[in-house]
DNA sequence: ACGTCCGCATGAAACGTTTTACTAGAGCGA
DNA sequence: TCGCTCTAGTAAAACGTTTCATGCGGACGT
């Protein structure tokens, strides 16, 4: 706008600049900012118009050297490319954005290192808080991340522990609606193609299809489980090529994650297999890829903005004053979509 | 923070704490960690042992003031549901944690209010850069976001101005590129799914579409442009069923996002069209979900990782004293990626 | 007219680092 | 012994805010 080369002084401007251009104390420009009632309005408005002459902005270092911790809130996930996280991450922003606070996202990638170095670095910049999805389940990590004496959140992951809230899903339900659908639909072989087992969320879903096969009356036998290293499309194909070797074939197919199953419809399109006539299919998250697969998904649903905004919501009531913050376990019920993937075999 | 029963620590624990439990001053604990040379080594061993004992922490708000400015640079995207930038983050990221700064990963969701809010925070934060992909076409965000002297690359946008470095991929070409792809399979009819026109994205993709019509010797007719509000799924089907009610309808569709083509494969499948015998289609950004569709999707690749890691690497530069930096603007060149949904009519 | 309270504004003291200028001593050549 | 350099360490001055303890008139109640 103004080329004129009047203020070369760029950025460099701060409060005291403000001040003294306005004929009154640091002080008052200070309240001016943070608490207009104690500033009278002429000179509130005078602080206001200088402001914007010389373009002034806050240092949040400095405020929060004073404050002792900063305006910003971590958000660790274990997978940026799962757009189950990015919906998570959507609705902190959201619940975060309301109380004026920043969320910086991050990506763990499920690699315990990468945990722990953005953990230091989250001590280190003393933000607000953490809404942390731990790839280390030992919780080692987060048990040395304590002492800083930061509050955190666990998302997606249900926790015992009396020292912090968490938010997550009730994933052995999950499984159990995504198995007994599967059964009730005609299927007496299922896979379950499983991501790491020591994830939590694997492992938990694993739970709840066996007991599915169990109230259905069925062995051990009845649940083939395949287990991969990443919950990524590509470990979603290589199950499937494991699956198609299988003898006898599971009918039916369970995926711990929409990745997966996405991975693993694809290998068995290319294999010929139709879907669902030959292999009936269920993933988890209910991303958008799902529904928009050419042949829809059945999934299990979790509400991840719906997450992301309680997890931020909780986390910002225990840094906001509020003394008598008890932790709490929010657990949501997921809920199954049935779509065109298991169309049931005889109708 | 006076809680009395936990009498020692909690992130209480400073630079001064540390010194006077070494028995040395406040500089020679800031050596130690800053400049390990200029202090002996014993001393230098003491102190790290204090460090570990008191589980002490460096304010990063601390360093930042007396630096000013952060180890911070943010990232703003235009949709984090996207997974091309997930990609890019994925890459800038990397990029960023090779010289020790952290990033800042944020959703403008094509908002320009929402852009210009994230802007202000990162010139309160003093964030070391930004890398942005901006939504506000007119660039008046960025404009008034310049005077604060904080550098910042542009992504995926290619800009003529000298005032700033940026990374993209040459949109045109890729436009052409695609269609081009789809004349030679014998179509003579095809259709432009384009995002908000004001992204310049989907403007120059569109005339890279042109380009290729005409170079084919056909005229305008030859390519209908349907346009949508958003580069997502939903729009993607919306766009589905606006195509399929065109007469005459076109043989192929080259949509300006790998989003779009999935939301218009769905909608083509669901009104029982075979892809590609009935509708060929390419998409763009060859996102991981493009190959994993039912019908693999032909799509015009951008290396998405590369330009995350070289926009943080040109960012990084330009702070990293080089006071020779010259801004430049890297254009880097698509490739298609021809897949099941373009396989040619006649073989 | 006197004490009192109130509304506004002020100066100075933090906050926790990094960095600069300086010092005390040691080694050393002349 | 004197001067010189070198090493290891120190004290103090920033950095830009917020907040606390004051100050200073003037309006108010009596």
Redesign the interface.
């Known amino acids: 706008?103004r080329a004129a080369g009047d203020d070369h002084n760029?950025?460099?401007v701060g409060i005291k600049d403000v001040a003294h251009r306005a004929g009154v104390s640091i002080g008052t420009v200070s309240n001016a900012l943070n608490r207009p009632d104690r500033v009278s309005a002429d000179t509130r408005a005078r602080v206001r118009a200088v402001i914007d002459e010389l373009?002034y902005?806050?240092?949040?270092?400095?405020r929060?050297?004073r404050a002792g911790h900063?305006r910003?809130v971590a958000l660790l996930v274990l997978d940026?490319?799962n757009?189950f996280f990015?919906?998570v991450?959507?609705g902190a922003?959201q619940a975060a954005?309301e109380q004026g606070v920043?969320?910086?996202?991050?990506?763990s990638a499920q690699d315990v290192e990468a945990e722990s170095?953005?953990l230091?670095?989250f001590?280190?910049?003393?933000v607000r808080g953490v809404l942390v999805t731990p790839a280390d389940t030992t919780g080692g990590s987060l048990a040395s991340f304590r002492?800083?004496?930061?509050p955190y959140v666990f998302v997606d992951r249900v926790v015992d522990s009396h020292d912090s809230c968490s938010v997550s899903v009730d994933d052995v339900t999950g499984g159990r609606l995504a198995v007994r659908h599967l059964l009730e639909g005609g299927h007496a072989h299922v896979a379950y193609v499983s991501g790491p087992a020591n994830l939590a969320q694997c492992e938990d879903r694993r739970v709840g299809a066996r007991m599915a096969t169990e109230e259905a009356g069925l062995d051990a036998e009845a649940l083939t489980v395949l287990e991969t290293d990443r919950l990524?499309?590509a470990s979603?194909?290589d199950a499937g090529a494991r699956l198609l070797g299988l003898r006898p074939r599971p009918t039916a197919v369970f995926c711990a994650n929409d990745l997966l199953a996405?991975?693993l419809?694809?290998a068995v399109?290319d294999a010929g297999m139709r879907v669902p006539e030959d292999l009936a299919i269920v993933g988890y998250d209910d991303i958008?890829?799902a529904?928009?697969?050419?042949?829809?998904l059945t999934s299990v649903r979790q509400p991840a903005v719906r997450i992301g905004t309680t997890a931020a919501e909780m986390l910002l009531s225990e840094t906001e004053g509020e003394p008598d913050h008890a932790h709490e376990s929010i657990v949501y019920q997921p809920e199954l979509i049935v779509r065109r993937s298991t169309l049931p075999r005889r109708s």
């Not at 920043?102 to 990506?107: E, F, I, P, Q, R």
Request: charged letters at 25%; glycine letters at 12%; aromatic letters at 6%.
């Open positions: 706008m760029t950025g460099e373009g902005v806050r240092s949040e270092s400095a929060q050297l900063s910003i940026i490319g757009p990015a919906d991450a959507r922003e954005r920043g969320v910086m996202m991050c990506n170095l953005y230091s670095m001590a280190e910049q003393r002492r800083h004496g930061i990524d499309v979603g194909r996405l991975g419809l694809q399109f958008e890829f529904e928009a697969a050419a042949v829809p």
